[in-house]
Structures are given as structure tokens and as C-alpha cells.
């Protein structure tokens, strides 16, 4: 039963992207023919455009772009007086999305005093604010469970993943179903990360705003 509700639950999400497509204005640079454009419409309002009108797919992501997108997504507008970083201004535009991060221990920055605004983010350090935002009680099983360790072999990269990395590339790459008491993968349902040709994922490399906008909308309708 649980697997078919998860199944019933991915098809009503891929509609959901369809009728978002129908509903949103495209972007100036963002062709329907593009691979990630139904990703792209479906992440509005989390994940905004420019006011010229454009998405910049291409451009990379910075380190704030990314605490606000998922500060939009689980936050409650949570509004701060004071901020632990400082690199993080307290009239910018990022500054609650970035303590709010901060004081849940989803991220602990680049230092114990700078967050890293400005810096672009890398695929691996998104996928691991992802993992953090949203998988508290899966890091608890993952530490149960010494399988869980393992990013599947058709990665030919995948021992390039920093340590810090490893369990939220292995949710990335699999589905994970889990209860109080038992963790498995299932095969039949789409991971997160299926890697560039199916074979690459390129943990280091910069992450830009078309592939942030298919792996957070991934995330956020699978898990």
C-alpha cells in the first residue's frame, strides 16, 4: 500500500508540473523545448526569476540564492533581531534566510564567522543543504545502517564526493523509504540525482540555476 501511494503520489506531482507550465508565464530564456523547463515553472514562487524577465538558467547559484530558495520552502517567515555571520548584512535580502539555516543546523558555513555570501555553490554542498533541511530522521538510520554508505558503482565519479557529502549523495541517488524501525531502497521509483549521461555527478563542480531548479523540485516532490 505505501508503495503505491508513493507511485499515485509522483504522477500527481508530474501533473501538478504540467498544469504549473500551462499556468505560469515562461521566461524570455527558458524554451519549453529545454530539458529542465517544466522544473524550471514549477519552482516559481521559491525559486524567482529576474525583473528583465529572465531565469538565467545558465549563471551559477550562490551560497545565499540557495538559503533563500529553501528558506521559502520549509521556513515560516521566521524574522530575526541579531545574525551569527559576519558576512551576512542584516538589511540584506538573504539575512533571516541565512540565520534561519544557521540556528536549525542546517549549515554552519564556511567558517565559524562567514557563511560564504557571494560564493557559487558547489552540486555536492546543495544536495548536502538539501539532505540537512529536510532528512533529520533519515541521518539517524543512516548511521544505523553501514550499506547505506554506498553510492551506486555506475558513478564513475563517485569517489570524489568530500566525506561531509556521502549520506546526502546516497539519499540523492536512491529512493529511500523508511519507517521507525526499517530503511530500504526502492528500485521502482526516480532518485533525485540520476547523474549526467547516468554516470557523472560531478559533486565539485558549480551548480547553476537551471540544475538547482530540477534537483530541489525533485527533492521537494519525491521526498
Not at 1 to 30: G, Q, R, W
Not at 38 to 58: E, L, Q, T
Request: charged share 25%; net charge negative; glycine share 4%.
Amino acid at each position: 500500500m505505501k508503495k503505491i501511494i508513493c507511485i499515485l503520489t509522483v504522477f500527481l506531482l508530474l501533473a501538478l508540473h504540467i498544469n504549473a507550465a500551462e499556468t505560469t508565464p515562461s521566461y524570455t530564456d527558458v524554451k519549453e523545448s529545454y530539458w529542465y523547463y517544466h522544473y524550471v515553472i514549477w519552482a516559481d514562487g521559491w525559486m524567482n526569476g529576474f525583473p528583465d524577465g529572465s531565469f538565467r538558467p545558465n549563471e551559477n547559484l550562490t551560497r545565499e540564492q540557495v538559503a533563500m530558495i529553501l528558506y521559502k520552502w520549509e521556513g515560516h517567515g521566521e524574522k530575526y533581531d541579531s545574525y551569527h555571520f559576519k558576512d551576512v548584512k542584516a538589511d540584506s535580502w538573504y539575512a533571516d534566510a541565512v540565520e534561519w539555516m544557521y540556528r536549525n543546523g542546517f549549515t554552519a558555513g564556511i567558517s565559524e564567522t562567514k557563511f560564504g555570501v557571494g560564493n557559487y555553490i558547489t552540486r555536492q554542498d546543495l544536495v548536502v543543504m538539501i539532505f540537512n533541511v529536510n532528512y533529520e530522521m533519515w541521518h539517524n538510520h543512516y548511521v544505523k545502517y553501514e550499506w547505506a554508505k554506498e553510492i551506486p558503482n555506475k558513478f564513475k565519479d563517485k569517489d570524489e564526493i568530500s566525506d561531509y557529502a556521502i549520506p546526502a549523495f546516497y539519499l540523492a541517488c536512491n529512493w529511500i523509504a523508511i519507517d521507525d524501525t526499517y530503511m530500504h531502497v526502492q528500485t521502482d521509483l526516480p532518485p533525485i540525482l540520476n547523474g549526467d549521461n547516468n554516470s557523472l555527478l560531478r559533486p565539485k563542480d558549480l551548480c547553476t540555476r537551471a540544475e538547482a531548479a530540477v534537483i530541489i523540485s525533485r527533492a521537494k516532490s519525491i521526498y
